[in-house]
């Protein structure tokens, strides 16, 4: 394999490294930086785990190649708090409404929940469930979570 030279900015933090053409993005996050919060469920990007936010949109990262972040933004849930530790809005409504049982697929929740608040501060419930639509739960039946996310609109609101 032949090393790539990339550098981003992660989690509001610019970095460097070099990589093998055909890792994936979940991998080097992962393994090469720590960031366990991307989950791997499904290696196919049907699950919804492994959401990361690219340039602010949601994408799959087991889906996508590595040197794909070279000179991108990339947020993971492990950049989502403010450096004080103080949870983003929808992390703190996510605990307080209920919705997280097991939380395997919380971070990526999370984060597409993000990139619809960015775009669309107040949306509908229709709005939150095709936002969420690429990201799959097994425990909680989707209410709680599309209350989070309401509930985190509201308070963004204010």
Same mark, same amino acid.
């Given at each position: 394999?032949?090393?790539?030279?990339?550098?981003?900015?992660l989690?509001? +933090?610019?970095?460097?490294?070099?990589?093998?053409?055909?890792?994936?993005?979940?991998d080097?996050?992962?393994?090469?930086?720590?960031?366990?919060?991307?989950?791997?469920?499904?290696?196919?990007?049907?699950?919804?785990?492994?959401?990361?936010?690219?340039?602010?949109?949601?994408?799959?990262?087991?889906?996508?190649?590595?040197a794909?972040?070279?000179?991108?933004e990339?947020?993971?849930i492990?950049?989502?708090?403010?450096?004080?530790?103080?949870? +983003?809005?929808?992390?703190?409504?996510?605990?307080?409404?209920?919705?997280?049982?097991?939380?395997?697929?919380?971070?990526?929740?999370?984060?597409?929940?993000?990139?619809?608040?960015?775009?669309?501060?107040?949306?509908?419930?229709?709005?939150?469930?095709?936002?969420?639509?690429g990201?799959?739960?097994?425990?909680?039946?989707?209410?709680?979570?599309?209350?989070?996310?309401?509930?985190?609109?509201?308070?963004?609101?204010?």
């Open positions: 394999m032949k090393a790539v030279p990339i550098s981003f900015c989690n509001g +933090h610019p970095v460097s490294t070099s990589i093998d053409s055909d890792l994936r993005a979940i080097l996050l992962r393994e090469g930086f720590g960031l366990t919060g991307v989950k791997e469920g499904c290696g196919r990007g049907e699950c919804g785990a492994c959401t990361i936010l690219l340039d602010g949109r949601p994408v799959n990262a087991c889906l996508l190649l590595a794909k972040l070279d000179g991108c990339v947020l993971t492990e950049g989502l708090a403010s450096a004080d530790g103080t949870l +983003h809005p929808l992390q703190s409504a996510f605990l307080e409404v209920g919705a997280v049982q097991c939380g395997f697929c919380t971070p990526g929740m999370i984060l597409a929940a993000k990139s619809l608040l960015d775009t669309c501060p107040d949306p509908s419930e229709e709005e939150i469930a095709y936002a969420l639509s990201n799959f739960c097994r425990c909680t039946g989707y209410s709680k979570i599309i209350k989070a996310v309401r509930l985190a609109a509201q308070e963004k609101m204010r």
